[in-house]
């Protein structure tokens, strides 16, 4: 499922005029015919509802009166406002509106009311209160400044009452680009978004605000959506299953790769055994795990099917750089390397992370104190010689550019994809929703995972996911891709199991197999 920002949604809107020559009003009757009909898909009993229809000066308000129509049409009882004086709507949104107010005057059971300051918006609040349903056609998908004046008390008014609402392309209010509220926003039961979901719709808070989510085929031809190439994508579940084909009979470990992790230090041997084991239940043939030496015992009794490899220590619990010659020769016979959970940040540790990327030429998936190695100087990713996975979550992303978690979380799509341009590596942004990054300028949005999953060890086991995935021989984009996926996956059938949040990160592990091989829950 492609996604567009709102720049581009308008320039295939513009594309299809002007080049194809399908008329915006067609584009518009179609869009309001494809709101209506989910709005009856929504409401079967539509025929016994009083509707109210929030529409503002632009096109989605023209959207919204096209609705209207139809629904008076049915015979559903339908008051209609508008939040703005007449004299400002103009061209397919004016031919609409001209349509309404023709239906209005012979139709008892519509109307048709102007709302320009606070004194006429509280003369409705009745109205609004008897509405069992509401349309919100206010605000489409080009605000890019706050709501304020009538606008923002008239949404905030909605929110407050019991009451449904179906918005037009986009909740009123939200950034179509980067799901963040422009000073308040409609919180939508269901949204009819047109052509493409935007970025927004997927985007916290907006995926929340958004409720369930319709994409309408209003006529865009294919080849517009081709010309403008939209480098902005949900993961899709057939898209991973097909990775995934049934085992040859005379299979063995050998063909599905050897994977090293280099993880874990005093008190942190659960995050490299977490690696190790979410690896094994990816599907690696192999798994080493390589340990500072005097946590080797330890490791051997948290780990059953994966190796280990006791490796030298600066200081006791803590890797030594070294350890790198031992390192480098382990590393010739494995087919990826995991490095960085639960390492710590010896300084000495921190110099291992840094000659492992400028040296080794094996596939690296790099994670936790892997990345806060790189925090003072991340141009040394510029000298590596490997083909690089980083999957931080947003405070080591935050160290990595060297800018604050809030300034990340508020622009997140942005700072993944500029950092992986610029370093020529995937970028795995951890969160919800989790991200994935490519050097090309693409893309990719996981759209599972719950707020069951915040919780520790879950990070440690998606790297041994992604990793194994390389390790298998998967390109580091597919293995990217199936793996945020699937330890997405693995979390929401632990959730729909036990109704919500308290399983763990071993929990996860267990449930790999049945992400890789079964159906979503919610099929």
């Known amino acids: 499922m492609y996604l567009v920002t709102a720049k581009q949604m308008q320039a295939m809107d513009r594309e299809t005029i002007q080049e194809f020559g399908l008329p915006g009003r067609v584009l518009m009757e179609n869009a309001g015919r494809g709101a209506f009909d989910f709005l009856k898909e929504l409401f079967p009993d539509l025929e016994s509802k009083r509707a109210a229809v929030l529409a503002g000066p632009g096109n989605n308000g023209g959207d919204g009166f096209v609705v209207a129509r ?41 109307s048709l009311t102007e709302i320009s300051d606070m004194e006429s918006l509280n003369r409705i609040d009745d109205n609004l209160a008897r509405a069992d349903l509401m349309v919100d056609a206010l605000l489409g998908t080009g605000l890019t ?4 004046g009538v606008l923002k008390t008239a949404i ?45 719709h997927f985007l916290f808070p907006g995926k929340t605000l958004t409720g369930r989510l319709r994409i309408v085929d209003i006529g865009i031809p294919p080849f517009v959506r081709e010309k403008f190439n939209p480098g902005l994508r949900v993961i899709q579940h057939r898209e991973v299953a097909r990775l995934f084909p049934p085992r040859e009979p005379d299979a063995h470990k050998g063909n599905y790769g050897h994977l090293l992790v280099v993880a874990g230090s005093t008190g ?22 390589g340990i500072p030496a005097s946590l080797n015992p330890i490791m051997e009794i948290k780990v059953t099917e994966a190796m280990t490899f006791p490796l030298e220590e600066s200081v006791k619990g803590h890797l030594s750089d ?22 710590g940040t010896d300084q000495a540790t921190q110099a291992l992370v840094r000659r492992v990327i400028t040296e080794l030429t094996i596939p690296l998936v790099i994670d936790a104190d892997g990345l806060n190695a790189l925090a ?25 550019c060297q800018t604050t978690t809030e300034k990340i ?11 992986a341009g610029k370093f020529n590596l995937i970028v795995v942004l ?29 990070g440690d086991v998606l790297t041994g996911m992604i990793a194994a995935l390389a390790a298998r021989g998967f390109p580091l984009e597919k293995a990217a891709l199936a793996g945020v996926f699937l330890h997405g996956l693995a979390g929401d059938i632990l959730a729909h199991q036990y109704g919500g949040p308290g399983f763990t990160a071993s929990d996860m592990i267990c449930t790999i197999p049945a992400a890789v091989n079964g159906e979503p829950p919610w099929n």
Not at 268 to 289: F, I, P, R
Not at 409 to 419: G, N, V
């Open 70 to 110: 139809y629904l008076m049409q049915m015979g559903v009882r339908t008051d209609v406002f508008l939040f703005a004086p007449r004299e400002r709507i103009a061209g397919d949104a004016l031919s609409n509106l001209k349509l309404l107010e023709t239906l209005v005057k012979v139709c008892p059971h519509g």
């Open 145 to 148: 400044s706050d709501v304020r």
């Open 409 to 419: 979380q508020a622009s997140r799509l942005e700072w993944a994809t500029d950092f």
């Open 322 to 343: 070294t350890c790198f010659d031992t390192l480098k020769t382990l590393a010739q016979q494995k087919s990826a390397m995991a490095i960085g959970p639960g390492l």
């Open 430 to 458: 951890k969160g919800a929703p989790t991200l994935l990054a490519l050097p090309d300028g693409r893309t990719c949005l996981c759209p599972t995972g719950n707020p069951g999953m915040a919780t520790a060890g879950t």
């Open 376 to 400: 003072d100087d991340p141009d040394i990713l510029k000298k590596a010689r490997s083909p690089i996975i980083l999957t931080p979550h947003p405070g080591e992303m935050a160290r990595l």
């Open 156 to 200: 905030d008014q909605v929110n407050a009452l019991d009451c449904k609402v179906l918005s037009i392309d986009i909740p009123s209010g939200l950034n179509a680009d980067t799901g963040s509220a422009q000073g308040t926003a409609i919180k939508a039961f269901a949204t009819a978004t047109f052509a493409f979901a935007k970025a927004g």
């Open 268 to 289: 942190k041997t659960g995050a490299a055994a977490l690696t190790a084991n979410g690896a094994m239940a990816m599907g690696a043939g192999l798994v080493t795990v």
